[in-house]
């Protein structure tokens, strides 16, 4: 159960895109598409983005997008805007019922 | 409304126990899986535990593991975490979490309570 290997941080201008890049392994995400990606805003709990890879919760803006490819699961925010200054974890089932997250990366909108 | 509200943190020695509470509401709460998940002041989240609707399945994070025992009771709407054998990294303000699909599981986490802070030390 090692941790996922996230940029610590990412930064970019207003209406830029930006993408956050997830590595794990043929145990995590290489081997399930249960991928979930959770913004933090300081001093409040995680918020669901995604799941299942590329999936939105309602409510969620089409300006979040994720994918997946081999190890490698990616969350991209376009149109970048002020509120999505945050902290965004990724997640991934890692099989028998457990669950890894990676450290973080923390986007600032310049 | 999802209300998910954990209790039982608090200042406590190395090697002592502890029991976390999390009342939950505004969901068949009998429905869903439910987890906890931690992040140490200034750190990451991590995983701790989660446990199926019917307490069936449950996994633990290695770091926890033999230490921790996670728990629910479907007739007061409640999970719980038993932790033993503390130490200090486990210091880290510790959250409830719903999972989002019912009976079948996902481990994708949709509510969160505010948490609760658990600090280990002497």
């Known amino acids: 159960q090692s941790a996922l290997t996230q940029p610590a941080s990412v930064s970019g201008s207003p209406g830029q895109s930006i993408t956050i890049s997830c590595t794990g392994t043929s145990s995590d995400v290489g081997s399930y598409n249960l991928v979930s990606w959770y913004q933090q805003h300081p001093g409040k709990a995680p918020k669901l983005m995604i799941y299942e890879v590329s999936k939105r919760p309602s409510g969620v803006s089409n300006r979040f997008s994720g994918s997946k490819s081999g190890n490698t699961a990616s969350l991209t925010i376009s149109g970048l805007q002020a509120e999505d200054e945050a902290d965004y974890y990724c997640c991934s089932y890692a099989g028998s019922s457990s669950v890894v997250f990676g450290g973080g990366t923390k986007l600032t909108v310049l | 409304e999802v209300q998910l509200v954990e209790s039982g943190g608090g200042l406590v020695q190395p090697g002592r126990s502890l029991r976390l509470s999390c009342a939950a509401s505004g969901f068949t709460f009998d429905d869903y899986a439910m987890h906890w998940v931690r992040q140490a002041p200034g750190k990451g989240l991590e995983w701790v535990s989660g446990?199926?609707?019917?307490?069936?399945?449950?996994g633990y994070a290695d770091s926890v593991k033999g230490r921790f025992t996670i728990s629910r009771d479907n007739a007061k709407n409640s999970l719980y975490l038993q932790m033993n054998s503390l130490r200090a990294e486990d210091t880290a303000l510790y959250y409830c979490?719903?999972?989002?699909?019912?009976?079948?599981?996902?481990?994708?986490?949709?509510?969160w309570g505010q948490g609760t802070l658990v600090t280990v030390s002497s």
């Open positions: 446990i199926s609707w019917n307490s069936g399945s449950i």
């Open positions: 979490a719903k999972d989002l699909y019912s009976r079948s599981g996902s481990y994708y986490f949709d509510y």
